[in-house]
């Protein structure tokens, strides 16, 4: 009997061992371990931070999910990897430190075969002063990162909107909280669901609603901007942007290193080098995403986390990390298999691994800041990479080493991103974007890097209700319920 070990239960590693214990069977173990008790499927928080939907709306238990698909749930944190053992067993272990099931704080080393990491991203609000403390979200600002803040955030809305029902006039700033950030998607769709709610409720004139991001171009959306199909005709991503943010009222800073959060102000520095200040009453900053601090070790238990990780904290895969110009990166340096160079036994998934480079146009300031949106790693691509990986590994446990691993290139998947404001089947208007691929490949698709007749972009009705099915049909799906596996990731 094998035992696949999969370190997270997000997008990524849930459809990893899902797919994995349907695939193998009795026969062999999966254990899943995730500190969190419950799912969440995380594109809806944005639905949750203005009170469309409710916490409870966008999360599930884990545990009677995966009793019903025979996979050993561990609600823990892992902490540390050995992939040769230690001086008393030759066996690949992970360290965890429980945080449910009656036995948080205690510490189990659980043996391996094969270990996929999903941890996702650390939350790393402490990388800019006052936005928060390490992983934990700071008292000025809100986030919909999680469920549980996208409920916080709710509430802080509602407290500003009321003010401005008693004639206040209130300040709003959204986007992104350091200059490295990515996941500018998500900040863009919640400032357009705030200016939805904010309109409806007849209070638009009460609100100055403001924008602020580190892309160095309105549409950069940490993939160096896209050219699409609109209507027959080819519009780049920042015509489009600029174009949604102006028919709202709503203003841009783009190129800023938020470096300050304090009550009601930020300060920021820009890519030509100048600083300013922006005000709030409200404000939802997303903040830059960190690997989650794993540590390795080897059979003399010497610290390898360096070999295992890049700097930060992501682990290293099939990626070409050879440091080279902006002008000679390729489509081809990006993972396809996502096994770990050094040990067979290890693959990451999702935002876990570590990318050869960022996609948009490195930038700094004349002061040395570095300000560019880092490489977007959304939902779709995740799980196809989830997928691909239990995959192989089902394949290496069943046929041996030699198996062939399955491939899913970043440089070679589209994704779809849909930023959906409203709720209800006539009420609400979606901005929705598809890009193949994901990393561009300039030699595949001269000019603009992407395949045009599959990148292509829309706004109204359709795409809102598209983003209301794929709710319900991923927490199906994730659920395991009739059919979830012919649904696509
Ligand atoms: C607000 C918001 C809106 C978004 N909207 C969209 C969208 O509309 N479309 C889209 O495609 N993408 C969207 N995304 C991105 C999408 O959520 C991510 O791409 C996806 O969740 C990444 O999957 P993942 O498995 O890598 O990470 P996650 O889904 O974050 O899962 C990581 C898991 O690892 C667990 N974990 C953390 N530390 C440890 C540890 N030490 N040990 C074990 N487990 C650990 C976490 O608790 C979590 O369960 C959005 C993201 C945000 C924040």
Known sequence: MARLVVLGGGVAGHTAATFAADWLGKEHEVVVVTPNSKWNWIPSNIWVGV????????TFDLAPVYEKAGITYKQAKAVSINPEGNASTDKSFVTIEYTGQGKAGQSEEVTFDYLINATGPKLNFGATPGLGEGSNLGEFTVSVCTADHADHAAHELKKVMDKMRKGERQKILVGTGHGMCTCQGAAFEYIFNIEHEIRKAGLRDMADIQWISNESFMGDFGMGGLHMKVGGYVVSSRIFTESLFAERGVNYITGAHVNKVEKGKVTYELLDGSTGEETFDFSMLIPPFAGVGLKAYNKAGEDITDTVFAPNGFMKVDANYTPKPYEEWKASDWPRTYQNPTYKNLFAAGIAFAPPHIISKPMKSPNGTVINPTPPRTGMPSGIMG?????????????????????????????????????????????????????PDFDKYPGTGRDTDYTFGEIGLAGHWIKHILHYLFIYKAKLKPFWKVIPE
């Open 51 to 58: 009170g469309g939907m409710t916490k409870e709306d966008v």
């Open 387 to 439: 997928k691909a990986v239990a995959h192989s590994v089902c394949d290496l446990i069943k046929h041996g080493p030699s198996a062939h691993l399955h491939e899913a290139s970043m440089a070679e998947m589209g994704a779809a991103c849909v930023a959906s404001a409203g709720k209800g089947w006539l009420d609400g208007q979606a901005a929705a974007m598809t890009v193949y691929p994901v990393v």
